[in-house]
């Protein structure tokens, strides 16, 4: 579904991304780990157009999509839900939500995902009314993931949603991570410093230091891997 190759990302003169390689298939739950800096959410701002790279390839179900506008990305199905969640503050919960459909008219259909996402976090229907500024961390995180699933994406790029929350809050939040991929087959990329969390949820993941992927393998056998568990998993 989604193949980054040889990807070089710059902030001017700072290369943050060395020619990254990977793939997603369609249906996976993908995890990117690594240290503070190391270029995971960069990593994701080229894939959504945020930050393009200078060189290399991004290709989405076979298109090419490294010289495409972010809108234009967002409307092929990949959506993001940042670092720090940036919800809308000043606007409700319902009106986030109504944003997250945006490009959509299939008032139906909207309805029904609307319902999904209330089901997947019924104190967000509770809150619909409520500014989304007034939420709680956590509750914050599940609207920042709720909009994005409004967009009905096939790719979900989630970047360190385990930030900042409470664990019991960070233990919900990777329940519907693994619920949404199998329910509604979403493709997910998820970015995460929290190895151990990333790796028990994922079907694959790949390791990145300094701007480059060093290691990839299933989730399982990098949990189980030597190096891992010591720079990683605190093992
Ligand atoms: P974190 O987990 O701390 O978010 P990360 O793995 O996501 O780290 P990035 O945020 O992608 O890492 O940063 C990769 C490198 O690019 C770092 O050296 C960082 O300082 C640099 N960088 C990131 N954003 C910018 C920017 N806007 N301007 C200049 N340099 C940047």
């Known amino acids: 579904m989604l193949e980054?190759?040889?990807v070089q990302t710059f902030y001017g003169n700072i290369q943050a991304l060395k020619g990254i390689s990977l793939r997603i298939a369609e249906g996976e739950?993908?995890?990117?780990?690594?240290?503070?800096?190391?270029?995971?959410?960069?990593?994701?701002?080229?894939?959504?157009?945020?930050?393009?790279?200078?060189?290399?390839?991004?290709?989405?179900?076979?298109?090419?999509?490294?010289?495409?506008?972010?809108?234009?990305?967002?409307?092929l199905g990949i959506c993001q839900v940042p670092e720090g969640r940036r919800i809308f503050?000043?606007?409700?919960?319902?009106?986030?939500?109504?944003?997250?459909?945006f490009l959509r008219n299939d008032k139906a259909e909207i309805k029904r995902d609307l319902d999904y996402v209330f089901s997947l976090f019924p104190i967000l229907a509770e809150r619909r009314n409520q500014a989304g500024g007034t939420l709680s961390g956590g509750e914050q995180q599940m609207l920042a993931i709720s909009r994005a699933l409004m967009a009905r994406p096939?790719?979900?790029?989630?970047?360190e949603p385990s930030l900042g929350l409470?664990?019991?809050?960070?233990?919900?939040?990777?329940?519907?991570i693994r619920k949404v991929n199998s329910e509604q087959k979403t493709t997910i990329f998820l970015v995460e410093q929290n190895a151990n969390l990333a790796l028990k949820?994922?079907?694959?993941?790949?390791?990145?230091?300094?701007?480059?992927?060093?290691?990839?393998?299933?989730?399982?056998s990098l949990m189980a891997n030597e190096q891992v568990r010591k720079a990683y998993l605190g093992i």
């Open 29 to 75: 739950i993908v995890t990117l780990i690594g240290a503070n800096g190391a270029g995971k959410t960069t990593t994701l701002m080229s894939v959504c157009g945020i930050v393009p790279p200078r060189a290399g390839e991004i290709f989405f179900e076979g298109r090419p999509i490294h010289h495409m506008a972010a809108n234009k990305i967002v409307s």
């Open 166 to 176: 409470a664990p019991l809050v960070v233990k919900q939040i990777f329940e519907i």
């Open 89 to 101: 503050p000043y606007l409700t919960v319902l009106e986030n939500l109504d944003m997250g459909a």
């Open 201 to 220: 949820v994922a079907h694959r993941g790949y390791v990145m230091e300094n701007g480059q992927i060093t290691m990839t393998d299933t989730a399982a």
């Open 4 to 6: 980054m190759k040889n």
């Open 154 to 159: 096939r790719l979900l790029l989630l970047d």
